[in-house]
């Protein structure tokens, strides 16, 4: 886990079907707690040459103070490489 500048991010390296599951982030201090979580499903790759784009990590709510930055990622894969809009 690494934490900066309040984004704290855990990271999962060579990824496999063991690690399917519920990760829950909390948070806590003084004034009370949160939490959140992210059900992870862990698929084969595909095998097949070409594929429809398909997204390896789905967008999450977010909330943001005004006049703070927030950060949305999309990750998504796809033969041939996808084309990514906003």
């Not at 943001?64 to 930055?69: A, C, D, P, R, T």
Request: negative net charge.
């Amino acid at each position: 886990m690494k934490c900066e500048n309040g984004v704290c991010t855990l990271t999962l390296s060579n990824v496999s079907i063991r690690d399917a599951g519920t990760y829950v982030c909390e948070a806590e201090n003084i004034h009370g707690s949160a939490r959140s979580h992210s059900i992870v499903e862990v698929t084969p790759p595909p095998e097949k040459e070409h594929f429809a784009p398909k997204f390896i990590e789905l967008l999450a709510n977010r909330s943001v103070f005004e006049n703070e930055e927030i950060v949305l990622e999309c990750s998504v894969t796809g033969k041939p490489t996808p084309t990514i809009t906003w």
